[in-house]
């Protein structure tokens, strides 16, 4: 009887994810450059600066996974992270939307449709830094060189700009902020276990990395 409600188990968890796997919203690319006129005032602009919660620049998000990109701009619509224009963007999206502006983005990392050149070696990071790394695990998740997560729905960090990683880092620390904040458990764990200036130590290094992320100005911006 255990052997059989054990099956029944496994067949049901089966059955649920190959159901996820069907509902998932396939992302056109092509749509999706027609749906990015929200995103190009930060994302189109190289080296743009948003000031809330505090002056950083904001993410290079071309070449980023679009599997990731839809994650967050989820988590935005939920609430998870906590950014009021973003969560305004993000409301504004359909499912379709976001599956199209992820593809688009995704894309849009590629020199005339050729992927960016893999990643090459790591630069040897410091006893200071190659602690901090081996204590928060970074690469179980983000993968070699940080630029191969190791499930799509997370992020490319290598090579993102440093005070932005710095950022979002602080803000899986932030507890009962309306306005700021992220809900992850497994992130609010790791960055617990740093101070603030280590923090800034990482982000400093993941950022001298080659990761493929980039900024790509729209014609307007050039």
Same mark, same amino acid.
């Given at each position: 009887?255990?052997?059989?409600?054990?099956?029944?188990?496994?067949?049901?968890?089966?059955?649920?994810?190959?159901?996820?796997? !069907?509902?998932? +919203?396939?992302?056109?690319?092509?749509?999706?450059?027609?749906?990015?006129?929200?995103?190009?005032?930060?994302?189109?602009?190289? &080296?743009?600066?948003?000031?809330?919660?505090?002056?950083?620049?904001?993410?290079?998000?071309?070449?980023?996974?679009?599997?990731?990109?839809?994650?967050?701009?989820?988590?935005?619509?939920?609430?998870?992270?906590?950014?009021? +224009?973003?969560r305004g963007i993000a409301d504004s %999206?359909?499912?379709?939307?976001?599956?199209?502006?992820?593809?688009?983005?995704?894309?849009?990392?590629?020199?005339?449709?050729?992927?960016?050149?893999?990643?090459?070696?790591?630069?040897?990071?410091?006893?200071?830094?190659?602690? %901090? %790394?081996?204590?928060?695990?970074?690469?179980?998740?983000?993968?070699?060189?940080?630029?191969?997560?190791?499930?799509?729905?997370?992020?490319?960090?290598?090579?993102?700009? !440093?005070?932005?990683?710095?950022?979002?880092?602080? !803000?899986?620390?932030?507890?009962?902020?309306?306005?700021? &904040?992220?809900?992850?458990?497994?992130?609010?764990?790791? !960055?617990?276990?740093?101070?603030? +200036?280590?923090?800034?130590?990482?982000?400093?290094?993941?950022?001298?990395?080659?990761?493929? %992320?980039?900024?790509?100005?729209?014609?307007?911006?050039?």
């Amino acid at each position: 009887m255990k052997k059989k409600l054990t099956m029944i188990f496994a067949l049901a968890v089966a059955f649920a994810a190959v159901q996820l796997h !069907a509902q998932e +919203t396939k992302g056109d690319a092509q749509a999706g450059e027609k749906k990015v006129a929200m995103c190009l005032g930060c994302h189109g602009i190289p &080296g743009y600066q948003a000031s809330f919660p505090e002056v950083y620049k904001v993410p290079k998000i071309s070449g980023q996974g679009a599997k990731y990109i839809v994650s967050a701009l989820d988590a935005y619509r939920k609430g998870d992270r906590k950014h009021p +224009t973003m969560r305004g963007i993000a409301d504004s %999206l359909s499912d379709q939307d976001i599956a199209d502006v992820a593809a688009y983005y995704e894309a849009s990392g590629h020199d005339d449709g050729i992927a960016a050149a893999a990643p090459g070696p790591l630069p040897a990071p410091s006893a200071q830094v190659a602690g %901090l %790394l081996q204590k928060g695990a970074c690469v179980s998740c983000h993968g070699d060189n940080f630029a191969k997560p190791l499930d799509p729905s997370y992020p490319k960090i290598a090579g993102q700009h !440093a005070d932005y990683l710095y950022v979002a880092l602080k !803000a899986y620390k932030t507890d009962k902020n309306p306005q700021v &904040g992220r809900s992850n458990g497994v992130m609010a764990g790791v !960055a617990r276990q740093f101070s603030n +200036t280590e923090l800034k130590t990482l982000a400093g290094y993941v950022s001298t990395l080659d990761g493929g %992320l980039k900024t790509v100005p729209e014609p307007g911006f050039r």
